[in-house]
Every structure is written in C-alpha cells, then in structure tokens.
C-alpha cells in the first residue's frame, strides 16, 4: 500500500508495518490532547518545520468516524484543528498561553461528566413521561370503546320490546293467534283453551 508522507515520498508498506504505523499514530494524535506536550513540541521548533506541519494536516484522517472511535481523548481532535493554524502554532510556544489553555482543559474535564450525567437524566425523564401520558391516552380510549359497546345493546322496555341505541324497537309481545279456515268448533275450543288462563269466555258471532 503506498503512502503519502511529509516531503511528499512514496514508501510501500507491509501488512505489518502498517499495523505499527497505526498504532503509532494512534498513540500520538492523543498526546495532541495535552497542552504542555503542544507547548513542548512548539519550544523546539517542531511548528516551524513545513514536514510537520504536512504531517498534522495527514493525521485529520482520525477526525472520520471509522477512525475517531478508536480515541479514548477525543479533546485531541480539536487541538489537531487549531494545529493547522500558524497563529496557534505560534502562540502556544508562551508558557501563559499553556497554562491558561491546561486550566480550561482541566475544567472541562471536571464538569463534563456532570453535565453529561445530568443531561441524561433529563431525556430519561422526559422519555418516561411520555410514555406514561401514551399508556394514559390508550388507557382512555379502550374505556370509550367499552362505553360504546355498552350503549349499543339492546334494552327492554316496560311494554315488552326491545329498544336499540338508534331508536328502534323490536316487539317481544305475543302475536295474535291468527283464524285459519277450518271447523268452527275446533276453533272456538282452541280459542276458549287460549282465554282460559284470563278467566275470559270468547264467543264466535
């Protein structure tokens, strides 16, 4: 695999120097984190050599996603992007300047944690409450379809029918016995057994 470096130089590397090179990339990407390690290079004019300075723009590679998770300081990244600068480069060599840049990094550090902690708490917290007010919600709408079922069944009324939730009535009440052809007899002892059980004595004209 060939590899771009510093002064421009074409080098093919095997499976296991490339390994190497990575790891030793890794290792020093991260140390850009610390701004006493920044102010050191900078004391011996490492910021001042254009091979350098080539170099911190090829290490942006780590600023991609695949390459970014292995970071265990992900505050490097940032300091590698003020690196490309000339005028960080060039301040960071006064010793005020590192210590006021270590004191900032220090208390972010501090309060990070805090802050995360709490941060996520809060959309916990708000995840939570919304899924109570969603079993609240389906809560009430199966208490309105049994209310509704209830209401579409039908009732009976004093009159012996049935009354259904849009008004209309079905009879219960025993339909007349209706005279079919036949002999009279026969139907005046049908009719006499029916009124029997109300003590009434019907008579055919």
């Not at 389906?138 to 309105?144: D, K, L, P, R, V």
């Amino acid at each position: 695999m060939a590899k771009m470096y510093g002064k421009g130089k074409t080098a093919i590397e095997s499976e296991e120097l490339q390994k190497r090179r990575w790891q030793i990339e890794l290792e020093f990407v991260q140390c850009l984190s610390n701004p006493n390690y920044l102010n050191f290079l900078a004391q011996r004019g490492f910021f001042k050599d254009q091979s350098f300075i080539n170099y911190l723009k090829y290490l942006q590679y780590w600023k991609e996603p695949d390459y970014a998770k292995y970071l265990m300081y992900p505050m490097c990244l940032y300091f590698l992007d003020l690196l490309q600068y000339e005028h960080f480069r060039r301040e960071i060599v006064n010793s005020q300047c590192c210590k006021f840049i270590d004191d900032q990094a220090i208390l972010q550090w501090q309060h990070y944690t805090r802050k995360r902690i709490k941060l996520i708490e809060n959309v916990t917290a708000a995840q939570q409450q919304q899924q109570q007010l969603q079993q609240q919600q389906q809560q009430a709408n199966g208490m309105e379809a049994a209310t509704g079922g209830d209401s579409a069944a039908p009732t009976p009324n004093v009159n012996g029918s049935a009354s259904t939730a849009d008004g209309q009535q079905t009879s219960s009440a025993l339909q007349p016995v209706q005279a079919q052809p036949g002999n009279p007899q026969q139907q005046q002892q049908q009719i006499n057994g029916l009124a029997s059980g109300a003590n009434i004595k019907l008579e055919l004209n």
